[in-house]
């Protein structure tokens, strides 16, 4: 069987964006997912040509200025960090290019397996959370079950809540889809996809970079044009077993928002406080503002921990009002969420 994967797995170099020398195009760093490396992606026939990123111009507009780094490489202990302005336009010039076809977009859905435990995969291990996942180390929490067109009877892989797919068409109870950022077709039970509306299109970006720990905001005005409105430090999530996990690497929608997400204290069904300003994109995944933990009620503005290193659960912290600027300023369903390194 030819191998299929998500689009691979290190978020760390630049990529060629656009064909290369095989007729291929490989998706650029900031796309991929944290999965293998040894595939590209097919170029996909297009009307027009394909959009590179040297195409792509940036410019500053910014709607939100409070907090931003004076400059876009900036001192952080005895290293320096950036904004990764290379891997953005490779990013942004596969979302262009993405767009350029009719598509029927749909997106996956299993938020707290809301739609049903996904199914065991074919071949499983345990992670350092002791969880069930796919030998890719997509959790089967949270996860939809991606089935070969040719065994609709025990999946093969697990897709990641959030991830856009192009819907292709019907066969009995599956959907069968192409996912924008895996190299392949699958099947997919139909209750674990939303058929997003038939106009959808993905105008505003937010970056986080979980590396150098900032996120930046961009909004296209015009075919290869998009603004930058704002520029911040954030704080990603970490690897710390049993509770807090990393903020997944990928590309994902904006599905849902929350004015304030409550959460529990660790291990306990206790309330814990909330973080104002929630916008989730994969999983118990959200960009938020600083958490306001209980007892206290009133919102916190700034942290002295953004921008340092990760501690979040999942979660991508954010000055609060940078976190309502974003949750004012992208549309749910219409947003992509891009976690680069």
């Not at 111009?57 to 990764?84: A, H, Q, W």
């Not at 199914?119 to 949270?142: C, H, I, K, M, W």
């Not at 720990?213 to 998009?226: D, M, R």
């Amino acid at each position: 069987m030819r191998r299929v994967i998500l689009l691979t797995a290190l978020f760390i170099g630049l990529c060629s964006a656009g064909c290369g020398k095989q007729g291929l195009e490989e998706p650029p760093a900031g796309m991929r997912n944290v999965q293998t490396a040894d595939s590209a992606m097919a170029c996909r026939p297009a009307s027009k040509r394909k959009v590179t990123a040297d195409d792509i111009k940036i410019t500053k507009e910014l709607l939100f200025d409070r907090y931003t780094p004076e400059k876009d490489v900036y001192p952080y202990g005895d290293t320096v960090r950036s904004f990764k302005w290379k891997t953005i336009r490779q990013c942004l010039a596969f979302i262009e290019n993405m767009q350029q076809e009719k598509v029927h977009w749909a997106v996956f859905r299993n938020y707290k397996n809301q739609n049903g435990e996904a199914p065991v995969v074919r071949r499983f291990v345990r992670n350092a959370y002791r969880r069930v996942s796919d030998t890719l180390g997509v959790e089967r929490y949270q996860s939809v079950p991606l089935y070969m067109p040719t065994d609709t009877v025990t999946p093969e892989r697990y897709g990641r809540d959030g991830f856009i797919v192009r819907l292709k068409g019907e066969e009995g109870s599956f959907y069968r889809i192409h996912p924008a950022t895996m190299e392949a077709e699958w099947l997919v039970p139909r209750r674990y996809l939303k058929v997003l509306s038939d106009t959808t299109t993905f105008r505003h970006v937010i970056f986080v970079d979980r590396r150098d720990q900032n996120i930046t905001t961009l909004e296209q005005v015009k075919e290869n044009e998009w603004k930058v409105r704002s520029m911040n430090p954030a704080t990603t999530g970490r690897h710390a077993p049993p509770y807090a996990q990393e903020t997944p690497l990928g590309m994902f929608l904006l599905q849902q928002k929350k004015e304030r997400m409550i959460f529990l204290k660790d291990g306990s069904s206790a309330l814990g406080g909330y973080a104002p300003y929630a916008s989730r994109f994969t999983n118990g995944a959200y960009i938020h503002g600083v958490p306001v933990n209980a007892p206290r009620t009133a919102m916190i503005e700034y942290s002295w921990s953004l921008g340092t290193t990760p501690r979040s659960h999942m979660c991508v912290r954010n000055a609060t009002s940078h976190a309502k600027f974003i949750f004012d300023w992208a549309p749910v369903e219409n947003s992509l969420v891009v976690v680069i390194e």
